[in-house]
RNA sequence: GGUCCCAUAGACUAAUGGUUAGGUCACCAGCCUUUCACGCUGGCAGUAGGGGUUCAAAUCCCCUUGGGAUCACCA
């Protein structure tokens, strides 16, 4: 099969995480297959547009190294590839239905709808369009229609469910599901504005685009029988269907903003790598392996099925992203690393650095923190004198004879040749057994001195990198000053 | 409430009728040590409950319970 796949998305503004694993699931697949992935933009609700929604969208797509074959930037054979300029097509498609009688004309005021979804929950029962009831072609006549409709009355076009029908369809990760036509309400195909809804225009689109597979989230699973009678009334061929598990906030809901952090742009900013966020949505509702976590993009491509998928939610918990985002910077290449880095350094005005500084302070540095950037802050002292140093920290390691201890010491580093690790390694141990003292009597103060920090990385591998002049001049000066 | 979907530890998951139910995160302990980490070793912790089918059930069937999605002229 030549298979091809798509991303639907809302321009909302942002890509959201689910949104993410959609249009990754539909990648990988198409990649796995060797087909084509297809993004097309589903703006046809026309009261929530939103300014640069698409840009954005791309960008975070982009951003994941998700580019499509066919996408309203580079076109394609099926394009427009945005609904909203497909306009035309789907008021012809939806007239079509009318003519051969699978969806109707009403003419409803949505106050009127209102009042019998009262009506309809006052007497207990479930919300449905009452076709034998409500104002429509049934219930007032085609020509009293037509005669309403050409002195300007406003109408949509619903589909005409069949009640005593069985609708079913075999899901390719949940099996096959089956739901009565009485459970399914008459859904407006085309409104009022002339614009479809989504399930009219994603259903014309998806045959027009010659889709094979749909891909998408759970919430989808209940109005999917809609969609398989709209094949059924068009008389096409049904595309396959998978409905990935949702996305879940703590509390098992879906994931939503309420709960924190949605938007992929955000996640981005936060820091986490591409590679590290990729690897671990990719891992949410999916598992190619039993011991296996950190996976290349190459590698999901290549091992990708739908079989594999599984039905229940996946709690989205940062925890373990977090973990995957140090695995993937103690891995990356410095080289990498550094280019990453070196935009961010604009936030802090600490001097100038070179490239080869910045990477020895990354590899210095990337086995105790989390996320690229804390290089800048949790390393601060690579990059500029301690502006303060731990008051708790000083009261725990310079005491009374401190001072006495450490100046000669300090001369001694002095008169070093170099700051390589091994030197100034050397030239402490042997003072240090000279004097009958241990390593960390002196260690302690001189992280003291040259970091003001407690916390850091091994004291002879920091020196090395910070380099001789510095460190004795940040210890000729906290002996000067402080004391 | 109707309909549909789902159910392995706190989280992500493996085990598609036969394993002492495996791995990862988190948590705890130990080792390493120069603080903090990394790393290594070990530990805590799970098949929601009840019935069946079977020599054998996390796995198949039924019921219960629990969770979720959805029920718009939104997508």
Redesign the pocket.
């Known amino acids: 099969m030549n298979v091809r796949v798509r991303f639907?998305?809302?321009p909302?503004g942002y890509l959201h995480v689910g949104g993410l694993r959609t249009a990754l699931y539909n990648y990988l697949f198409a990649k796995n297959q060797g087909g084509k992935c297809i993004l097309r933009i589903?703006?046809?609700?026309?009261?929530?547009l939103v300014e640069n929604a698409q840009a954005n969208l791309i960008k975070s797509l982009r951003w994941a190294g998700i580019e499509f074959d066919e996408s309203p930037e580079i076109g394609g054979d099926y394009g427009p590839y945005i609904?909203s300029e497909r306009f035309d097509l789907y008021k012809k498609y939806g007239m079509q239905l009318i003519e051969n009688g699978t969806a109707y004309i009403?003419?409803?005021?949505?106050e009127?709808?209102?009042a019998m979804?009262e009506r309809q929950q006052k007497a207990?029962?479930?919300?449905?369009?009452d076709r034998t009831v409500m104002r429509n072609e049934f219930t007032l006549g085609k020509e009293e229609t037509q005669r309403l409709i050409d002195n300007g009355a406003?109408?949509?076009i619903r589909l005409k469910v069949p009640a005593n029908e069985e609708i079913r369809f075999n899901?390719l990760?949940?099996?096959?599901?089956?739901?009565?036509g009485?459970?399914?309400?008459d859904?407006?195909l085309?409104?009022?504005?002339g614009?479809?809804?989504?399930?009219l225009?994603?259903v014309v689109d998806d045959h027009l685009m010659a889709i094979t597979h749909v891909i998408r989230?759970?919430?989808?699973?209940?109005?999917?029988?809609k969609h398989v009678l709209l094949y059924q009334a068009f008389g096409w061929e049904c595309p396959l269907f998978a409905?990935l598990?949702?996305l879940?906030?703590?509390?098992?809901?879906?994931l939503?903003k309420r709960q924190g952090s949605v938007a992929v742009e955000d996640f981005a900013a936060q820091g986490y790598f591409k590679e590290a966020f990729v690897n671990?949505i990719a891992?949410?509702?999916?598992?190619?392996?039993?011991?296996?976590?950190i996976f290349t993009f190459q590698e999901l491509c290549d091992t990708f099925n739908l079989?594999?998928?599984?039905?229940?939610?996946?709690?989205?918990?940062t925890?373990?992203?977090?973990?995957?985002n140090?695995?993937y910077l103690?891995s990356l290449p410095l080289d990498y690393l550094v280019e990453l880095l070196k935009p961010e350094l604009a936030n802090y005005d600490y001097a100038e650095v070179c490239d080869k500084y910045l990477g020895e302070v990354i590899n210095l540095l990337k086995?105790?923190?989390t996320f690229l950037k804390d290089v800048l802050t949790f390393g601060n002292y690579m990059f500029e004198k301690p502006k303060e140093y731990e008051p708790t920290?000083i009261a725990k390691v310079w005491k009374d004879n401190t001072t006495t201890i450490i100046t000669p010491l300090i001369d001694a580093l002095r008169s070093a040749d170099d700051f390589l690790?091994d030197t100034t390694?050397d030239i402490?141990m042997k003072y240090v057994d000279a004097n009958g003292l241990?390593?960390?009597d002196v260690?302690?103060p001189?992280?003291l001195m040259i970091t003001g920090?407690?916390?850091?990385?091994?004291?002879?591998?920091?020196m090395a990198v910070l380099g001789k002049d510095e460190c004795i001049e940040r210890l000729d000066y906290f002996i000067k000053t402080k004391s």
């Open positions: 639907a998305p809302s909302t589903e703006d046809t609700d026309r009261t929530r609904q009403a003419l409803d005021t949505s009127e709808l209102d979804r207990g029962i479930a919300p449905k369009y406003t109408y949509c899901d990760i949940r099996g096959p599901v089956v739901v009565t009485r459970d399914v309400d859904q407006i085309l409104k009022s504005d614009f479809p809804t989504y399930h225009a994603n989230g759970e919430e989808w699973l209940p109005s999917t029988p409905h598990p949702l879940l906030n703590k509390d098992k809901s879906k939503s671990f891992l949410l509702g999916w598992n190619p392996t039993a011991d296996r976590e079989e594999k998928v599984n039905k229940s939610g996946a709690v989205f918990d925890q373990k992203l977090d973990w995957m140090g695995q103690r086995e105790r923190i920290y690790h390694h402490t241990k390593l960390k260690i302690h001189l992280r920090k407690s916390v850091g990385a091994g004291m002879f591998e920091t």
